[in-house]
Every structure is written in structure tokens, then in C-alpha cells.
């Protein structure tokens, strides 16, 4: 491989972020953002950032296996073709299904959407983009007549207002929420939240709508009602390109302020501010996320925004419209290809007679899909009944992140075949037949689409590890297997692209949004020199920034948008007596989804370690929980078991838990255990951010802290949950129980072998426990044990793991704590600088007041920004300095 910088694109979040790769020669890679991409102009987040310490091959899956045995890459394919065939052969192609990810490349998800719908002819190919994006796509077609993001990232910077409607942006688009911070310095923009709970996002907004979850159609159908009633409204661009805003509009009168108010439990004084706002400025933006999508309620959610924007003509200028933020990096690109079940390809639709016509010819197909296949929560209730007999999951972990996520995993566990394409060893991949290894990031090519429709390159830097091979490769090979080689003859990731530009070009003609006829047949050479561009691009036009709308020209067969009417409808899941409380779950700063690459630097698991639950101070008075015990979370499906947070940034009567724990690194952390699969009866869309649940303390008769060399075992504990540490591993455990022996215990579960020496300390009194071990006068490990959460240095025990330690220092890590001249860290803030929340109390106490005076001293919080906010708690300091116009937080 060249030791030149590679220009490839981060394989996180939807941004898209342009990444300047280097391998190091041990496996890893030096990271920094380009500064050419216009997504991020050098600027990277802590996981961007991080990326080269990522790359290590523990748990990578290197050679395919069949049965849990290692075989060959023929071996492995002949199977899945034969179980394929003989499946379709037996009970018709509805009976196999395909289970995707907006992480796969457009070149991947192009290939296997073609062989589901063209050649096996079912439609059944989902998606967790399902779980993602569903409710836009299905707002966006009901309004657009297309699934269009019609705006670019600029708008946010040229906007004066910027709604974040269930988006934590601060922590999930990190770097697009640094370019809205920094245009707000000039610019004065006001930024208005809209999230039950307060985030780092709210923190940094003019105002926070704390709204009662699932209320988002009330407060905006009221918006569009105080439109009307205020001349809000551009009648011109309603009578042009509209269609229904008077039937739309007789329904959202149905929340005049009070009902408003009512509906969503905010200050009438608020609503109105917020109104008043949106009114009088012009140049709004709307950024949306998965508090609008993941609701039983989600497709009226994004129409109710829309709908707001039509009625403006607030659609497609420069610093003006909806913008729904993509989450995977190439969730956008999953919804153009087809991955979907319900469309077909390129933004053609499924239920199109003529579009599948188009389809087919190009493909010279031997059928294709008629109707819509079966939507994730669907697919998965026919795997569990048996309609669904033969399934591949490829770069998706669905045992942890589908709701009733362990109906999910029984459901797989009894599939007669299932094929698995993963990089690394997960809940999913436990449960697979036949287990292919694919080339992860940095070793594959292919492109991807960002939020703001804009399509960049991944190129490989480092070599793929063992067997593994690119997803497009292993799909086509299984292709070719059915009997159906000519159609995937690709020989290159160019080829296909180049292929599916065709497609999207093919008797387009201006009738469909999407078009990349510029890249038809594209060279492998072109490939390798492709710039980042947004789309369309249709042949022969160079890169442009492209917006839609702004003249209308909509995708309905009269080119008009529809108002969509937005009745009301109370979220699927009922509080009761059993099921008291509602629980909402989402993201942390620095993990991605279920940890598989972003647990692996300690970098990443510095800020939050653990899964947790957060509780409002009423709440957990009345439970009888206290900070840092554990609590236990239940619902009609399953149980959880996390850390307790109590804080006033959660509402009464919520919780909210992180998404991202498994079984790899907790003993109950998996959420998706825990919540309901009530779906929106458009999109499909599960409900992920509301559930009934129960909450009480665990009743723990004693805790420990751990560090040690080895990952641990922790078999035995009731709780446990672990995560790396600088110089080895960290745990968390907990038990109903106190063991028999505690030195055997502590023994056992440190993993360290027998060739350790180990010194004891018995506290009978305080009922706390403590060993030690060394190995050859190296620290390698810490058992602390107490009868309530354990108060100790964790982070600086962490850090000395390794270390060579003298016999008068033993004492200082028996006694769990530094001297007083060596100070503990403390938990990560700032992961890109590494510095932890002692070192920047210190400097405040020392007299840095700002969150600036503490980045001069420190460098915290001065690259990605993302944890600016909590630095400002720390420091006691505002979020951010005043600025022109901000003034609206004091004004309230
Ligand atoms: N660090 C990090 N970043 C990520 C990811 C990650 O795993 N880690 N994943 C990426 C992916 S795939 C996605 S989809 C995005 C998701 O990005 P976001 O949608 O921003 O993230 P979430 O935390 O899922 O949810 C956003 C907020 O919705 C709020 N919410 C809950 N219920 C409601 C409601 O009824 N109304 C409103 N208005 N708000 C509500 C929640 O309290 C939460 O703060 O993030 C992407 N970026
Ligand atoms: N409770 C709750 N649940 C949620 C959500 C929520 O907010 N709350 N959010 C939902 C959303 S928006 C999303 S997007 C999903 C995400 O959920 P998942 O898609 O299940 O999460 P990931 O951990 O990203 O899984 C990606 C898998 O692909 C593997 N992988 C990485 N690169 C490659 C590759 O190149 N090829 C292959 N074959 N595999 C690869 C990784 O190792 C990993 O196992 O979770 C959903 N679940
Ligand atoms: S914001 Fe962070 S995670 Fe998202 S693409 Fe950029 S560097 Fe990657
Ligand atoms: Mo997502």
C-alpha cells in the first residue's frame, strides 16, 4: 500500500466527512480531516478523529465459516446458493429475505437490491435504515411525490433561524453542528430545540422546547394554524405549486394555542415565541432527526414540517427549508439504490408500472418485483413464523438494535438458514449458519452519499485482513452461483457505478429527481479520481450545488407538492400502573450504534463507560435510587440493568437510556431488549424513543470496581459491564449475592491467570474489600469491592495498568486512589485532546471562567467542539459567549 495520504470519507455519521488516511505500519492508520471536502473542511469529530485507533484486527472475522467450522470461500458461497436455490425452488422467492445497512456502499446495497428484486424477483430486502429513515422517505413522497432533501449544509449557515426538531446534533452530526456554531458567531442566528429531555444540543440553543414526548404533529399543525392566522402564509407559492393546503389546514386548526399547549405540556408563552419566530424570519431552516422518525406517529411528524415550509415557500432558496439529516453514512445512499422494500431502484417506485418496466428492461431481468417486500419489524415477525426460511444480514447487528430485540434474536436463532456478512464477532453473528467476512472501512472501495445529497469516494488504504472481501463481491459470487452471472459480471466497484448512473439516467428526462447520468459507464480511472459532488448531475454537467424546489417543480405527475392533513395521534405505548414510566433512548458523543469499532479505544469509552439510564430527581426520590446505584429497567418484552443518572435534564415521568450497549460489553445493557416494535402505519418506522417500562433499584448486595490487563471474566457476577482501559481493560460488577470466596472471586474474574502475586485488604466494618495484583512487579490488576457503588480513581487506575511499581506505591493502588501530588483525570470530556473532567475543574479553579480561558490552557474543546458544552457546566460558564441576537434564552 502507498504511505501517501489517502482522501477517503469517515464511515460514521451521515455528515460525511472527507478523511485523509496514512497507514502506520502497525496496523493502524494516522487520521486527519481533508480540508478540500466540503462537508467538513478539515474539521473532524472525536470519532472521526479516532478512526486510525480502530482499525485493530482483534475480533475481525478472517476466514468465511460454515457451521461454526472454517472452510473456503467456495465452499461458503456454494452454500448460501444452494440453500437459496433450494428455498426459492421449494416455498417461491417471498420465502428468502435480505437485511441491510445504510453502512453498506452504494456498489454493495446496488448489487444485492438488483439480485433481490431483478433475479430472485422478491421484494423482500429491508434495511435498518428502516429504523432510521423510513418516516422522511415516507413524508418526503407523500409531499415531494420524491424522497428529495431539497437543501445543502450551507443553509444552515445562511439561515437566521435553525429549528433542531429531535435531533441531538450536538453529539450525532458533530461537525455540521460546529458549522452552525460557527456561523451563528457572525451571523446571529437563533437556534430553537425541540426535545422532551435537555442534550448538549439544547444547552447550546436560544430556546428549548421540552416537549411531552410524541407532541411534535401538535406543535406544528398549531404553527401552521398561527401562519394562517398571521399572514404568514406565501399565497403565491400555494396557488403555484401547491395542492391541499385548505383541507390541511382546517385540520391543524384544530390546535389553536391552547390546544397546543395542551397537547405538547409547554408554556403557552413559549409556543408563542417560538411561532412568533418562525413568522417573522424568512430564512428558517428545519433539521429533523429521530425524534421525528422513530415514532408511531413519524410520517405525519415530518408532513406536519413540511407542511409548514410549503405554506412559507420556504423551500429550496439559499438558508431556507426542511432538512432531514441522514444518520449512516450512507443511509442516503441505501434510499437511492433501492434498499428499501417498498421502492424498487434509483428513485423509481415499486408500485410503478412503467417504472418497473424501465427497471427490468435495464437490467434485462428475468422478472422483478411487484409489489412492496416485507418492512424490518414485518421481516423479521415472518422469519419467527416461518413464511421467511433463508436470510442474509449483511453490516447490520440486529439482535441489539431492533425493538423486541430478543423476539429478534429468537427468531434468527430458529431461521432454518442464515447467512451473516459482518467485519467482527457480535450478538448476530453468534447466530449465523454460514459467517462471511467482509473487507471493512479502509480496505474497500466504493462510494457514499451524505445528508446533503452529496456523493463521495471511500477508498482503500490497508490491505484486508485474512480472507475477508468486499460485500458487492460476496453478492455477486452468490449471483452468479443462481445461474445469474452475466448480470454480475462486475469486475470493479467503478463498474457498477457506472451502471447505476445509467439507470438513474435511463428515460429520465427531468421526470425524476435523481440523476447521475454524468457518471454513466464511468472508468476505473475516473472512479479513482472522483470528487465529492452532490446530485443530480446529469450527463455532461460538471459538480454544482444543486437545491430543489424553489420554483416548485415537484415529482407528482403535475409537479405540484401535497399539504398532507396531520390529525393527531397519541403515541402507541400507554403508561400504566405496572408500566409507570415512558422511556426514550438514543445516542452518546463518542459510541457508534453497538460499539463494535468505537469501544475499541479507550479514547471513546473515556467519556461514558457504562450504560445508564437517566432519571428525573422526583422520580428516583420516589424509587429510592440514588446516583450510581443501579436500577432495573422492564417492559412487556424484556428486562435491562443500568447505571443510574439523576438529573433534571430528563422530564418526570422519562427515562432515557443509550442505545448502544450488547452482550459483548455488559450482562443486561442491551435496550433493545427492552423496547416496543409499535410501528408508523406509513413509513413502517418502529417507535424506538417511547416505551412503557417499570424502573426499580437493583437490590445489589455488593459492588466492585475493576481494572486489569486482561478483558476479564465475569461469569458469576449478576452485573457486570466492561470497557478498554489505557493499559488493559475496566469493569463494573455487581451482585445479589456476596460469594463464598472472595480471593478465589476477585481471582477468577481479574483473568489474569495464576502467575500473579496479589495483595489483600479486609475492611470488616465498611465492608470493603480490595486486592491487588502484580505480575513480575508489573501492576495488572484491581479488585475493589464495596456495599455501595465504589468510590475510586478509576481512570488514573487505568492508566498506571502495565506499569512497573515500586513497594512503596503499592499502598497508593491498594488504596484506589493517586497521592496528592498526582492528580486522577477524571472521566474524559474533550476526547480529541484526551482530557479528562478533574484536569478542567482544575483549571477552573485555577481561574479559567470560560469555555475559551479553558481550550487556551488545556486545548479542550478547541477541534471538534462537541464537548463544549459540558466544559461550560464544568467551568460553571454559559454555553457560549453572547452573541448578536441571542438574546431570546433571558428574554423567556
Ligand atoms: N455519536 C453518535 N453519532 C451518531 C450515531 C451514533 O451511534 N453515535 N448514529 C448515527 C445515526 S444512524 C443516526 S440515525 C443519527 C441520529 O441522530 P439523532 O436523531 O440526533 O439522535 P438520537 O439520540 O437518536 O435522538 C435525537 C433526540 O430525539 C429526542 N426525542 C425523543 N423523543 C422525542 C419526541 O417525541 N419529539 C422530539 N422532538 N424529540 C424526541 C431524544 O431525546 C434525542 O435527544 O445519529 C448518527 N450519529
Ligand atoms: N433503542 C434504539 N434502537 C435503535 C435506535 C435508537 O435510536 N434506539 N436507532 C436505530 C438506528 S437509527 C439505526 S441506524 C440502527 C443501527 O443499528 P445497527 O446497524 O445494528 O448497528 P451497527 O453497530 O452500526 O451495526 C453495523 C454492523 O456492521 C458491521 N460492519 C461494519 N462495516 C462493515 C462492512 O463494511 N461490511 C459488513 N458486512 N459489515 C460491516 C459492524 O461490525 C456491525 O456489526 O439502530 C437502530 N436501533
Ligand atoms: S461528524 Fe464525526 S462521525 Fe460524522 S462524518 Fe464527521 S467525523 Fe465522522
Ligand atoms: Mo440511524
Redesign the pocket.
Known amino acids: 500500500m502507498s504511505e501517501e495520504w489517502t482522501r477517503t470519507t ?1 464511515p ?2 451521515g ?3 472527507g478523511v485523509l488516511a496514512r497507514p502506520r505500519g502497525d496496523g493502524g492508520a494516522e487520521i486527519k480531516g481533508d480540508p478540500e471536502h466540503p462537508a ?1 473542511f478539515g474539521r ?2 472525536a ?2 478523529s479516532a478512526l486510525g485507533e480502530t482499525l485493530s484486527r482483534d475480533g475481525r472475522l478472517l476466514r468465511p465459516m460454515v457451521d461454526g467450522a472454517e472452510t473456503d470461500w467456495d465452499a461458503a458461497l456454494d452454500r448460501v446458493a444452494r440453500r437459496f436455490a433450494e428455498t426459492i425452488a421449494a416455498h417461491g422467492p417471498d420465502s428468502v429475505a435480505f437485511y441491510g445497512s445504510g453502512q453498506l456502499l452504494i456498489e454493495d446495497y446496488y448489487v444485492a437490491n438488483k439480485l433481490m428484486k431483478g433475479f430472485i424477483g422478491t421484494a423482500n430486502i429491508d434495511t435498518n435504515s428502516r429504523l432510521c429513515m423510513a418516516s422522511s422517505v415516507a413524508g418526503h413522497r407523500r409531499a415531494f411525490g420524491s424522497d428529495t432533501v431539497p437543501g445543502s449544509y450551507r443553509d444552515l449557515e445562511e439561515a437566521d433561524l435553525v429549528v433542531l426538531a429531535g435531533s441531538n446534533l450536538a453529539w450525532c ?3 455540521l453542528f460546529q458549522r452552525l456554531l460557527a456561523a451563528r458567531e457572525t451571523r446571529g442566528t437563533t437556534i430553537v430545540a425541540i426535545d422532551p429531555r435537555a442534550t448538549a444540543t439544547t444547552a447550546a440553543a436560544d430556546l428549548h422546547l421540552a416537549i411531552a414526548p410524541g407532541a411534535d404533529v401538535a406543535l406544528f399543525s398549531g404553527l401552521l394554524a398561527h401562519l394562517a392566522e398571521t399572514g404568514g402564509v406565501d399565497l403565491r407559492f400555494i396557488a403555484a405549486h401547491t395542492v391541499g393546503f385548505e383541507p390541511a389546514l382546517a385540520e391543524a386548526r384544530a390546535f389553536d394555542l391552547a390546544a397546543a399547549a395542551r397537547t405538547t405540556e409547554l408554556a403557552p408563552e413559549a409556543l408563542t415565541a417560538f411561532y412568533d419566530l418562525f413568522a417573522r424570519t424568512e430564512r428558517v431552516v428545519t433539521v429533523y432527526s429521530q425524534g421525528v422518525n422513530q415514532s408511531s406517529a413519524g410520517t405525519d411528524k415530518v408532513n406536519a414540517i413540511l407542511n409548514c415550509h410549503l405554506a412559507t415557500g420556504r423551500i429550496g432558496r439559499p438558508g431556507m427549508g426542511p432538512f432531514s439529516v441522514t444518520g449512516q453514512p450512507n443511509a442516503m445512499g441505501g434510499r437511492e439504490v433501492g434498499g428499501l422494500a417498498n421502492m424498487l431502484a434509483a428513485h423509481m417506485d415499486i408500485d410503478n408500472p412503467e417504472h418497473r418496466g424501465i427497471v427490468q428492461a435495464f437490467w434485462g431481468s428475468p422478472t422483478i418485483a411487484a409489489k412492496p417486500g416485507l418492512k424490518a419489524v414485518d421481516l423479521f415477525r415472518a422469519v419467527e413464523d416461518g413464511r421467511v426460511k433463508a436470510l442474509w444480514i449483511m453490516a447490520t447487528n440486529p439482535v441489539d438494535s431492533m425493538p423486541e430485540a430478543n423476539r429478534v434474536r429468537e427468531a434468527i436463532r430458529n431461521c432454518p438458514f442464515v447467512v451473516v456478512s459482518d467485519v467482527c464477532a457480535t450478538d448476530t453473528t453468534a447466530l449465523a449458519d454460514v459467517l462471511l467476512p467482509s473487507a471493512a472501512w479502509g480496505e474497500k472501495d466504493g462510494t457514499v452519499t451524505n445528508s446533503e445529497r452529496r456523493m463521495s469516494r471511500q477508498r482503500a488504504f490497508l490491505a484486508p485482513p485474512g480472507e475477508a472481501l468486499p460485500d458487492w463481491r460476496q453478492v455477486a459470487e452468490v449471483a452468479a452461483r443462481l445461474g445469474f452471472g452475466d448480470a454480475f459480471a462486475h469486475r470493479s466497484p467503478a463498474g457498477i457505478l457506472g451502471e447505476y448512473a445509467r439507470l438513474t439516467a435511463t428515460r429520465n428526462g427531468g421526470r425524476r429527481d435523481l440523476d447521475l447520468g454524468a457518471l454513466a459507464g464511468i472508468s476505473d480511472a475516473e472512479y479513482d479520481a472522483l470528487t465529492p459532488f452532490q446530485w443530480p448531475r446529469r450527463a455532461g454537467e460538471a459538480p454544482a450545488e444543486t437545491r430543489f424546489f424553489a420554483n416548485g417543480g415537484f415529482y407528482h405527475a403535475d409537479r405540484k407538492a401535497r399539504f398532507v392533513s396531520t390529525p393527531f395521534r397519541v403515541p402507541a405505548a400507554r403508561t400504566s400502573v405496572g408500566f409507570p414510566f415512558i422511556l426514550n433512548t438514543g445516542r452518546i458523543r463518542d459510541q457508534w450504534h453497538t460499539m463494535t469499532r468505537t469501544a475499541k479505544t479507550p479514547r471513546l469509552t473515556g467519556h461514558i463507560g457504562e450504560p445508564f439510564v437517566e432519571i428525573h430527581p422526583a422520580d428516583a426520590e420516589a424509587l429510592g435510587v440514588k446516583p450510581a446505584d443501579l436500577a432495573e429497567i422492564e417492559s412487556a418484552h424484556g428486562r435491562a440493568i443500568l447505571r443510574v443518572v439523576v438529573t433534571e435534564r430528563q422530564r418526570p415521568g422519562s427515562l432515557f437510556a443509550p442505545m448502544h450497549w450488547t452482550d459483548q460489553f455488559a450482562s443486561q445493557g442491551r435496550i433493545d431488549a427492552v423496547t416496543s416494535s409499535a410501528v408508523d402505519p406509513v413509513s413502517g418506522q418502529p417507535e424506538l424513543k417511547i416505551t412503557a417500562v417499570s424502573a426499580k433499584r437493583f437490590q445489589a448486595a455488593w459492588y466492585a470496581f475493576a481494572v486489569s490487563r486482561a478483558p476479564f471474566e465475569t461469569d458469576g457476577a449478576d452485573y457486570f459491564a466492561r470497557a478498554p482501559a489505557r493499559g488493559g481493560w475496566r469493569a463494573e460488577l455487581a451482585g445479589l449475592e456476596e460469594p463464598a470466596d472472595w480471593t478465589a472471586f476477585a481471582r477468577k474474574a481479574l483473568a489474569l491467570g495464576e502467575a500473579i502475586e496479589i495483595v489483600a485488604y479486609h475492611d470488616a466494618a465498611a465492608g470493603q474489600r480490595r486486592f491487588v495484583a502484580f505480575a513480575a512487579a508489573t501492576f495488572a490488576g484491581a479488585f475493589f469491592v464495596a456495599r455501595e457503588p465504589v468510590a475510586a480513581a478509576r481512570a488514573w487506575l487505568g492508566e498506571r495498568l502495565g506499569e512497573r511499581i515500586a513497594t512503596e506505591e503499592r499502598l497508593r493502588l491498594l488504596a484506589g486512589r493517586p497521592g496528592a501530588d498526582v492528580r486522577d483525570r477524571g472521566a474524559t470530556v474533550c476526547a480529541c485532546f484526551d482530557v479528562g473532567r478533574n484536569e478542567i475543574l482544575e483549571a477552573a479553579a485555577q481561574g479559567c471562567a470560560t469555555v475559551a480561558a479553558v481550550g487556551a490552557r488545556l486545548e479542550a474543546g478547541t477541534n471538534c467542539g462537541s464537548c463544549r458544552g459540558e466544559i461550560a457546566r464544568l467551568v460553571g460558564a454559559e454555553a457560549n459567549a453572547p452573541r448578536p441576537g441571542g438574546g431570546l434564552r433571558k428574554a423567556l
Request: hydrophobic share 20%; net charge positive.
Open positions: 469517515c460514521y455519521c455528515v460525511g466527512c467538513n473532524l469529530c470519532k472521526g452530526h458533530p461537525v
